[in-house]
């Protein structure tokens, strides 16, 4: 079972929930802002991911811009900033693919697929 992380209101969020469905994936899908990732769980998604930090960022976001993050991070350590991902769940990159061996951040079908083999 994969756990599916969104915010519903995102179409991007929208057409990877249609893309799992289409698949017949089952998933656990949980509210990112009512249910915003923890600090423990943003530190071990990001280990398992193998991604960098800044890849968890939703960048695009108007929180992420309203903070200033751009000019922010580069000096914040990895404590700081995971801190702050945990903290609202609109600056994290959404949706989240969280699987026992994979986590993938932000919905690109190409990696999704080669994944999840589907």
């Known amino acids: 079972m994969i756990l599916f992380i969104e915010y519903p ?48 960022f939703n960048t695009s976001g108007m929180k992420y811009k309203e903070l200033g993050l751009k000019d922010k991070l580069p000096s914040m350590s990895e404590e700081e900033q995971i801190a702050l991902l945990a903290s609202d769940g609109m600056l994290v990159k959404r949706p989240l693919i969280v699987a026992e061996d994979y986590v993938l951040a932000g919905f690109r079908e190409k990696e999704w697929e080669e994944r999840m083999g589907r």
């Open 9 to 56: 209101k995102c179409s991007t969020c929208q057409k990877a929930k249609k893309w799992l469905d289409e698949r017949k994936v089952s998933y656990e899908d949980r509210h990112i802002v009512e249910k915003n990732p923890t600090q423990e769980e943003l530190k071990e998604w990001v280990r398992r991911s193998g991604l960098p930090l800044k890849r968890f």
